[in-house]
């Protein structure tokens, strides 16, 4: 048998890879040379303080960096330029917040901080950009070789294109070769512009004839003996073999490819909040809450009274809802409609023009004043500031029946404010494909999941308040 070990993994190695590992010192070497350069060129002197800034600041790097694949980025150098500010504003921005915490602002002048912050995301543009140049330049002087996909369906068309119009890759896809597993490969093919270079009897004198180097398998999961077939078929031939699992037709939750104890791993689904992203998320949650609460309070104190003398009845409301992980909780929200019964089991979303719902309970509703206890819920751990919005459980019961991985919501914390609320999709859903879109925000919320996204989310959400949607 043959040893995994042994088997071609290049394409799961890829952060290990010299240029990655070298794109990483180079970035850590700029901030700590601007780290003690700075303190020195303005003060004449480096304390301890600042040697603790760049190991702090380098571990958050390191983390922010990777989640946010900035290593693993082969689009164009503006958009990894915006992907990498994105990164070093998300690094700094925690890097201000555990220092708030730890109360080690005033231990730092804010003129190195503020040159620190534009210093070094101008060099390590430049150092991205460079190397960008050098890759280049090391690739144009590489012979073109010669690639061979099997499996013609979509997957094959999309990696086809993907391939040819990389200037990155040094390959070129020269066609297909049909396969016979479920790819749906005769439709795909009319609709594009893939040469059909024969069946799979054919690979092994094409391989031959156009000097062909590198093989994609992009076939279906269900396609497993004929992979292997092929696999074995081929391993006399002295070409590079890699395989496509067309896995993009599932709803694929925060997926990722790793190594366990040397055997790939393609992860279809985990919740992002694992190991330094839960810690991130916890900090993130716990710091911004308490400020914010400080800032509301008044306005919640107010909201609190009025609530009070316009009708009978609490002025808080708490519903059960269904949080990370499908485990319950408890909601905390202003009360915003008249006290009234409702039948067990049954959860009525607010109308237009509900005549439950109070003067001072449609000010608060529009205006998401209501939500404001549910900073509480974030303090205790059951929320966080950013995430798809808990439903009432019997919303849950009955779009789950209706909505493809509907439940795949939970697997990161309900939010206050989400990516479907800063795209319009807040109060009423009256049809089921508002609700199919929410989800799909969601969705891509949690595939996408980083610090910068909560923050931008965050300051975003007040200009979303004018959505008609909510009342």
């Known amino acids: 048998m043959l040893d995994v070990k042994q088997t071609d993994r290049s394409l799961l190695q890829r952060r290990n890879s010299l240029t990655t590992s070298l794109q990483a010192f180079l970035d850590g070497l700029a901030v700590v040379i601007l780290i003690i350069a700075l303190p020195l060129l303005f003060h004449g002197n480096l304390s301890s303080h600042y040697i603790i800034l760049a190991l702090a600041l380098l571990g958050i790097m390191s983390v922010i960096y ?36 730890t109360k080690y602002t005033e ?73 016979t597993g479920n790819d749906n490969a005769t439709d795909a093919s009319n609709r594009s512009s893939m040469p059909i270079l024969g069946n799979l009897e054919d690979i092994k004198r094409l391989i031959k004839v156009h000097d062909i180097q590198t093989i994609y398998i992009a076939v279906s999961l269900d396609s497993s003996p004929m992979i292997q077939k092929i696999y074995f078929d081929l391993l006399n031939e002295n070409v590079n073999i890699h395989w496509a699992p067309n896995i993009f037709a599932l709803n694929l939750i925060n997926h990722s490819v790793k190594e366990l104890a040397g055997i790939p791993i393609l992860t279809l689904s985990e919740t992002p909040l694992i190991g330094s992203h839960l810690l991130i998320k916890a900090i993130e949650d716990r710091v911004l809450a308490f400020l914010i609460l400080i800032l509301v309070s008044p306005i919640m104190l107010v909201t609190a009274i009025l609530i009070k003398f316009e009708s009978p009845g609490p002025a808080f ?90 439940l795949a919501r939970h697997r990161i914390k309900p939010g206050i404010t989400g990516l479907a609320q800063i795209r319009g999709f807040r109060g009423e859903t009256k049809e089921l494909e ?38």
């Open 434 to 471: 508002q609700m199919e879109k929410r989800v799909k925000y969601d969705l891509e919320y949690i595939n996408n999941w980083s610090l910068w996204l909560d923050l931008s989310i965050l300051v975003r959400t007040p200009f979303s308040l004018k959505n008609d949607n909510a009342y």
């Open 107 to 179: 231990t730092y002048s804010r003129s190195v901080v503020l040159i620190l912050f534009v210093l070094g995301y101008l060099a390590q543009v430049s150092l991205h950009f460079g190397v960008r140049l050098i890759q280049r330049h090391m690739v144009s002087q590489e012979a073109n070789t010669k690639a061979l996909i099997i499996g013609s369906g979509a997957l094959a068309n999309h990696l086809y294109e993907r391939i040819n119009t990389n200037p990155w890759m040094p390959e070129e896809v020269i066609g297909v070769v049909s396969s």
């Open 317 to 406: 409301f708490r519903q059960e809802r269904t949080g990370w992980d499908g485990k319950n909780f408890r909601i905390w929200k202003f009360r915003s409609m008249k006290l009234h019964t409702e039948e067990h089991g049954v959860v009525k979303q607010a109308t237009r023009d509900d005549p439950r719902v109070t003067r001072i309970g449609r000010f608060i509703r529009r205006t998401s004043i209501d939500e404001l206890p549910q900073l509480f819920n974030v303090l205790a751990g059951q929320m966080s500031l950013v995430g798809p919005r808990p439903h009432a459980l019997q919303h849950n019961l009955e779009y789950s029946k209706q909505i493809e991985a509907y």
């Open 66 to 101: 990777d989640r946010m694949n900035i290593y693993r980025h082969h689009g164009t150098m503006t958009k990894k330029a915006f992907k990498l500010l994105k990164a070093w504003s998300s690094a700094c921005a925690f890097l201000l917040l555990l220092a708030f915490v």
